[in-house]
């Protein structure tokens, strides 16, 4: 079954700190990965894409196969930054479902 | 530009009562239309989605169904709403191709069932 799953509910980090968004997955296939943001009061958007390996807004997402996961990563935290971030995952064998994660809230304190 | 609206924003009904939620999206055509519910703790789950006129995909069987009857058009219905149907509800777009997986999303549903 296709499932994406993210451990931490609640994530706090000081200004300035390292962050990281616990991201992992079950599929059998090779799955395109995505993070996607809401923050407050705004509609939930795109974040980046794995396939892309670009960097947005300072973070950074890999996609490693072995260990099935896609953690996103930001060295300097932003007050800025916080915000809901949710993992998804597209079944390449479906071009058409997109299945998300339970999400994490990122909290920056300043 | 693409846009996607839907409404209500807030609705609030009774235990039993039907449920229409509409969505529509502008500027695209042929796109892949989704509802979700976002649930505190549960995060964003895949209600339907539909790739095309009269084309339904249900993820989760429960009371809730829901309708293509327009390219551009997605409505969410329910004829008799449950407690646990109260949540907030997103609907999406994406285009199904080479893109597949940006969603867009609209600015969602908040349904409370007394």
């Known amino acids: 079954a296709q499932r994406v799953t993210q451990p931490e509910k609640l994530l706090s980090v000081f200004k300035g700190a390292p962050v990281e968004l616990k991201c992992n997955y079950s599929y059998s296939g090779s799955p395109e990965l995505f993070w996607y943001v809401q923050y407050s009061r705004q509609r939930l958007q795109l974040l980046l894409r794995?396939?892309s390996r670009e960097s947005i807004k300072g973070f950074t997402a890999d996609l490693n196969k072995g260990e099935t996961s896609f953690h996103l990563k930001k060295p300097f935290a932003q007050e800025e930054d916080s915000a809901m971030y949710y993992c998804a995952l597209l079944p390449k064998t479906s071009y058409d479902k997109v299945i998300f994660g339970p999400g994490t809230s990122l909290s920056v304190i300043p | 530009s693409q846009t996607i609206h839907q409404w209500p924003a807030t609705l609030v009904q009774p235990v039993g009562s039907p449920l229409s939620l509409e969505c529509t999206v502008e500027?695209?055509?042929?796109?892949?239309l989704y509802w979700y519910r976002q649930a505190a703790g549960r995060g964003l789950q895949l209600l339907f989605y539909?790739?095309?006129?009269?084309?339904i995909s249900s993820e989760v069987p429960q009371n809730l169904s829901a309708s293509r009857p327009q390219d551009r058009q997605f409505i969410l219905s329910s004829k008799k709403l449950l407690l646990s149907d109260s949540g907030f509800y997103l609907c999406?777009?994406?285009?199904?191709?080479?893109?597949?997986?940006?969603?867009?999303f609209g600015e969602g549903s908040r349904l409370t069932v007394l």
């Open positions: 794995h396939i």
């Open positions: 539909s790739v095309g006129i009269g084309q």
């Open positions: 500027g695209t055509s042929n796109p892949n």
């Open positions: 999406a777009w994406g285009d199904g191709t080479v893109n597949a997986g940006e969603l867009f």
